[in-house]
Each structure stands twice: as C-alpha cells, then as structure tokens.
C-alpha cells in the first residue's frame, strides 16, 4: 500500500486555514477547534495544529466550561501537549473570564444577593479548585474593589479575615459581601462555611463594618447566606 503523508495546514486551501479564515471570513466562522489551533500555534508529527485541538476538546466532552477547569498539569498530560502550549491555552482562557468579569463590574451598585453573583461568577466560574473573593463597597454599596483573598484545593480554601478588614480599612470601605465557589456545584454551606461567616462577622463588627452576606457559587448558581436568613 503506498504510504499515506498527512498535509500540512499550509498545504491546505487557503480559505481553510484558521488564520487566514479568520481574516477573510470573520472570528464567528470558525469552529471551537479552529480558533484553539490559533491559539496553540502547531501541531505535531502526527496532527495538524487543527486535528489536536479537536483531540483537546474529545477529551472534555467538546465542552469548553470543562477545558476551563483544567489546570497546566491536566493538559500536560494529554498527547501532543507540553508546556507552552497549556499556557497559552490557560491564558486564553482566563482572559476570557476577565472579560466576562469586566462586563459585570459595570453594574457597579449592589441592591441584592443576584447583583453581587453576576459581578463575582466570572471570577470563580469553572474552577477546578476553590477561590475565596470579597467585594469591598461604600456606604451606598457601591463596588470599590473585587479581590482574590485566599486560594486553595478541591475541597476547601482558607482565608484570614484579619487580612480582608486590613483591605477594607485601607480601601475604606465599610460594607463587605464574601464569596467563595465550590466545583462540585454542590451549594449547601458546609459547618465550616457557616463558621467561617459568624467569625468574619463579629471581627467585622468591632470596626464599624457590615458583611451583608456571603455567596456560593458553583455551575452557575448560587447560595446566599443574606437570602437564607443566616446573617
């Protein structure tokens, strides 16, 4: 049998190619595979830059929430993919989140517990581990500053509730709303999360500052504490 040489993206038709189809036809033209090959620049010996990202995306069920949980070590170990190509994949996928997020943080006044999800869900969306966030308001509970406090496993994250009213005095904000995700998607507060909460409240008392709740979210859904009556 004559043997087979697989083509190369640059011996495809030019209208084919990712980049050149991206400029001739617009970034909605292309495929969730083709605009992940750009992004991971080349393939390999044995597939086109193309054919691995669809290889990538097999692996997670064609489904990019899952690409985005994983971490550079995950996708490491899939054939095909070293290091630069998973940070490149990472990066691409967190400036999406931050983009997200920017969108969100124009509704800058929080008037209820579903405001504050839609500011703090692109931060902790599609984790793979758990991320502690706080949102530092002023007195008309407009948002000052969002911050990242406390980063941690799969199972759990902690976090100094000394440190965030440090923020909160330096910031001088004096309403506070905590928020932490759970990548299980399970939203019920554990007996820690509701410790965890108690405490941070009365520290937060004894300097004039509110935490007006404390949110859970996880596939795209949340708990608040606020709403439960349990602050």
Same mark, same amino acid.
């Given at each position: !049998?004559? +043997?087979?040489?697989?083509?190369?993206?640059?011996?495809?038709?030019?209208?084919?190619?990712?980049?050149?189809?991206? !400029?001739?036809?617009?970034?909605?033209?292309?495929?969730?595979?083709? =605009?992940?090959?750009?992004?991971?620049?080349?393939?390999?010996?044995?597939?086109?830059?193309?054919?691995?990202?669809?290889?990538?995306?097999?692996? #997670?069920?064609?489904?990019?929430?899952?690409?985005?949980?994983?971490?550079?070590?995950?996708?490491?170990? !899939?054939?095909?993919?070293?290091?630069?190509?998973?940070?490149?994949?990472?990066?691409? =996928?967190?400036?999406?989140?931050?983009?997200?997020?920017?969108?969100?943080?124009?509704?800058?006044?929080?008037? #209820?517990?579903?405001?504050?999800?839609?500011?703090?869900?692109?931060?902790?969306?599609?984790?793979?581990? +758990?991320?502690?966030?706080?949102?530092? !308001?002023?007195?008309?509970?407009?948002?000052?500053?969002?911050?990242?406090?406390?980063?941690?496993?799969?199972?759990?994250?902690?976090?100094?509730?000394?440190?965030?009213?440090?923020?909160?005095?330096?910031?001088?904000?004096?309403?506070?709303?905590? #928020?932490?995700?759970?990548?299980?998607?399970?939203?019920?507060?554990?007996?820690?999360?509701?410790?965890?909460?108690?405490?941070?409240?009365?520290?937060?008392?004894?300097?004039?500052?509110?935490?007006?709740?404390?949110?859970?979210?996880? +596939?795209?859904?949340?708990?608040?504490?606020?709403?439960?009556?349990?602050?």
């Amino acid at each position: !049998m004559e +043997e087979y040489n697989k083509l190369s993206i640059k011996d495809w038709a030019l209208e084919d190619r990712p980049r050149e189809k991206l !400029m001739y036809h617009g970034v909605k033209s292309l495929s969730s595979a083709e =605009l992940l090959a750009i992004i991971i620049g080349s393939g390999n010996r044995n597939q086109s830059a193309v054919e691995l990202s669809k290889s990538i995306l097999s692996h #997670c069920n064609n489904d990019l929430n899952v690409l985005a949980k994983k971490s550079i070590h995950d996708l490491m170990k !899939m054939k095909g993919i070293g290091e630069a190509k998973a940070i490149s994949i990472i990066s691409a =996928l967190e400036i999406g989140r931050r983009q997200t997020a920017f969108q969100s943080k124009q509704k800058e006044k929080i008037s #209820c517990s579903r405001d504050a999800f839609e500011i703090l869900s692109p931060f902790v969306e599609n984790l793979g581990h +758990e991320e502690f966030w706080v949102l530092f !308001m002023n007195r008309a509970n407009k948002v000052i500053e969002i911050k990242n406090v406390s980063s941690g496993g799969i199972t759990g994250t902690v976090f100094d509730i000394r440190l965030v009213l440090k923020d909160a005095l330096q910031l001088e904000a004096v309403n506070l709303i905590l #928020c932490h995700n759970h990548p299980s998607g399970n939203l019920s507060p554990s007996t820690a999360d509701k410790d965890i909460t108690n405490r941070s409240i009365e520290a937060a008392k004894l300097m004039n500052i509110n935490i007006l709740d404390h949110l859970i979210i996880g +596939e795209n859904n949340y708990y608040s504490f606020a709403d439960e009556n349990l602050i």
